[in-house]
């Protein structure tokens, strides 16, 4: 084999490295501001059905601070949202738990996606039991979760396969830790995860192909 090819072929499975790293990053794709809608479900065992309390709106779910969103029709209640961030098939959910009542909390999942409208109908992708930490995280302004997420705060990730991109999604929770305890389901905040710029893979392999051929013709 001659010398180029060799080089070229170290490169390129040095830059082919470099983009499997890259794409293992999975980031937020819901933004603070993105049409989000409520989504309410049912009660078990308390009469509190109102609509959640003005500082504690379904906007919170994605507001990127602690402040949490609160349903008192709690089971099966969540919301849909549209993602602005350019259609990525979601493969993972990061929920932050919210400053109190640990009974509140959701005990499993269910995501579905729509390339019709944010009403649906919609197409089921993953779905699951969930185990959110004990540990609280302030609300209001105290915790801050950027985009790239908040390692530091109580959170769970769960990961799953999914290829198909969406505009539209609807995560529901189907079960809280303690229904019959709790009067609401709450969440300080959810991250529906996604790995960017799908086509950056691509892309790095016609430069390199590209590279190969012009060291092949030197
Ligand atoms: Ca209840
Ligand atoms: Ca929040
Ligand atoms: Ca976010
Ligand atoms: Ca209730």
Not at 1 to 13: D, G, I, N, S, T
Not at 16 to 33: F, H, L, N, W, Y
Not at 55 to 76: P, R, T, W
Not at 149 to 174: C, K, M, S
Request: proline residues 7%; hydrophobic residues 40%.
């Amino acid at each position: 084999m001659r010398l180029q090819l060799k080089c070229a072929l170290v490169v390129a499975m040095f830059v082919a490295g470099q983009t499997a790293m890259v794409s293992a990053e999975k980031i937020d794709i819901t933004r603070p501001g993105d049409a989000i809608q409520l989504v309410s479900g049912f009660n078990q065992d308390d009469g509190n059905a109102g609509p959640p309390p003005g500082s504690e709106g379904v906007e919170n779910a994605i507001n990127d601070i602690g402040q949490k969103y609160l349903n008192f029709l709690d089971l099966s209640s969540g919301f849909s949202v549209t993602p602005s961030f350019p259609q990525t098939p979601v493969t993972g959910l990061t929920l932050y738990t919210a400053n109190d009542a640990e009974p509140r909390d959701p005990a499993s999942y269910q995501l579905f996606g729509s390339n019709d409208t944010i009403d649906g109908p919609w197409t089921a992708i993953s779905s699951g039991n969930l185990a959110l930490p004990s540990a609280r995280n302030n609300g209001g302004n105290s915790v801050v979760i950027p985009p790239t997420g908040n390692a530091a705060a109580a959170h769970q990730t769960v990961e799953f396969e999914n290829d198909t991109a969406y505009q539209h999604y609807r995560l529901i929770f189907p079960t809280l830790k303690d229904a019959v305890a709790a009067n609401s389901m709450q969440i300080a905040e959810v991250e529906l995860l996604a790995v960017p710029e799908p086509a950056s893979a691509a892309l790095a392999l016609v430069a390199l192909l590209g590279m190969v051929g012009y060291l092949r013709r030197r």
